[in-house]
């Protein structure tokens, strides 16, 4: 089935209730963390399983002083050019970006955790239950007070 076919037929959940949380302070006080739908991960990280049926609703945590350019992409999507990711990694996980922003006195810190998920999971189920609920926790644990999310 094509890419075009498949999300013609895909049921999208949808989310009734979704909180709106306004930013507390400024943002050149706050501390932002970067959730990604890239499938990065740090050399050496466990990878996400490509063939797991439906999406691998796992999540990876990158420092925020990993070497952005050493991460390895696992997005199983093929309805992408993965070229752009392949050649600068801050395409899906813009983390010199953001050392840059807070060096510019735009953002107050980097976290120290980021998020990394496998995009082009087609049975969210396990992720929106299980998964997501988890990785929340820890940006809560982070106190970050801006996660900005990159779908990819």
Not at 41 to 51: K, T, Y
């Amino acid at each position: 089935m094509s890419t075009r076919a498949f999300m013609k037929l895909y049921r999208w959940r949808q989310l009734k209730d979704v909180a709106c949380t306004p930013l507390r302070k400024p943002l050149s006080e706050s501390r932002v963390a970067l959730v990604t739908s890239g499938g990065l991960v740090v050399p050496g990280q466990v990878p996400f399983d490509m063939d797991f049926r439906g999406g691998d609703p796992s999540y990876r945590v990158i420092p925020a002083d990993v070497d952005v350019q050493s991460l390895e992409e696992y997005h199983r999507s093929e309805a992408f050019d993965h070229s752009g990711i392949e050649a600068d990694k801050n395409m899906a996980m813009p983390l010199d970006r953001l050392h840059e922003l807070v060096a510019e006195g735009v953002i107050g810190e980097v976290a120290p955790r980021h998020l990394s998920f496998m995009g082009s999971v087609t049975a969210p189920g396990r992720l929106t239950r299980d998964t997501a609920p988890k990785a929340a926790h820890l940006l809560v644990e982070d106190e970050v007070d801006v996660a900005l999310l990159v779908p990819v």
